[in-house]
């Protein structure tokens, strides 16, 4: 042992020596043999930062079906946002934990900021889309995706569940339909994008749904029913509505429904404008089938997620700004 390390063990800090005695009794609780776990510690490499972030795996994930070179803008920018619907589900997953295990006011209005912060960092990032793909090269790869969509995305249905009661989720024209005692298959089964997705004369299903449903169907209503009573909304409404803190935690709330359903939906809308429509504003088919100028725009799908939170005139208006501006825009352009 080199003469300065055995210094550095005789003149151990209170701190060190309380240290060494946790994990040995650490290691003994557990049945096992602290000397192993040392040995591991003197051999193993240090962690250097791509492996910790494994990014010779994360860097190799990019499959373009093309030779098209924005197609890997698409495909990057696509995995971001996934990134960050994971983040959301992160933190999603510590507020609806269990009903037994008391939700903190402060806890919530902080995770509702994180939550919004996220989303306003998908609404900016936007950008890269709405101006940075070549359109005639965006032509030629999209071609290639039939019939995947982003509508296909489970984690943004999971959030969906997470946040708010199936109910607020059923599509405009299956409202009627839906009585206070719906059970929830019911209610599945009429959630705005199946109905989208679902031709309204025939009842046929598009390809896009009928695959996203093979895959994800179980997971999809396992988790609703998991959620009915211990989504975002519900907490809130059980636990924190009349807390000091509600107004504050309301305006958390307001700001989510409005970034999701109007600004984050508006901008996929204006996407399609851009790319989906020819100079004489002739719609081109959305590679999921589905009409987008109706599905795409939250004005037509009205999706609230905390209907008690807004005034009758507001709901009323939900997306209409965006609507027309963007309407505006594009025959400006």
Not at 36 to 53: A, G, P, R, W
Not at 103 to 114: G, M, Q
Not at 177 to 195: M, Q, S
Not at 221 to 229: C, G, P, R
Request: proline share 4%; aromatic share 12%.
């Amino acid at each position: 042992m080199h003469a300065k390390n055995q210094e550095v063990i005789q003149s151990a800090d209170a701190r060190t020596v309380h240290q060494i005695a946790a994990l040995l009794n650490k290691y003994s609780d557990e049945g096992k043999d602290i000397s192993c776990y040392l040995e591991k510690l003197l051999q193993e490499k240090n962690l250097d930062y791509t492996d910790y972030l494994n990014l010779d795996t994360l860097l190799t994930l990019q499959k373009p079906r093309t030779g098209q070179p924005d197609e890997v803008v698409f495909i990057i920018y696509h995995q971001v946002v996934e990134l960050f619907f994971s983040l959301m589900i992160w933190e999603l997953k510590q507020l609806t934990s269990p009903p037994q295990i008391p939700v903190d006011p402060l806890t919530f209005s902080e995770k509702i900021d994180r939550l919004n912060r996220y989303v306003q960092i998908l609404i900016a990032s936007f950008q890269v889309i709405l101006d940075g793909l070549d359109k005639e090269q965006f032509q030629k790869f999209r071609v290639t995706l039939f019939p995947a969509s982003g509508f296909q995305s489970c984690q943004y249905r999971l959030i969906e569940f997470y946040i708010t009661d199936l109910k607020n989720l059923v599509a405009v024209r299956s409202r009627g339909e839906v009585l206070p005692d719906a059970d929830l298959r019911f209610l599945y089964d009429r959630l705005y994008w199946k109905i989208g997705m679902t031709n309204p004369r025939k009842g046929d299903k598009s390809p896009t749904l009928t695959d996203f449903e093979d895959r994800y169907d179980g997971i999809l209503f396992n988790h609703a029913a998991a959620h009915k009573s211990r989504n975002l909304w519900q907490v809130f409404k059980h636990q924190l509505a009349g807390d000091p803190t509600a107004p504050e935690i309301v305006n958390g709330l307001r700001q989510l429904d409005e970034s999701m359903n109007v600004r984050w939906q508006s901008l996929h809308y204006k996407v399609a404008m851009k790319y989906l429509t020819t100079d004489e504003n002739t719609q081109i088919q959305s590679t999921g089938g589905s009409h987008w100028r109706k599905y795409l725009h939250p004005h037509f799908q009205k999706i609230i997620f905390f209907p008690a939170l807004w005034t009758e005139s507001e709901m009323a208006d939900w997306g209409a700004q965006e609507y027309w501006k963007t309407q505006q825009d594009f025959t400006a352009g």
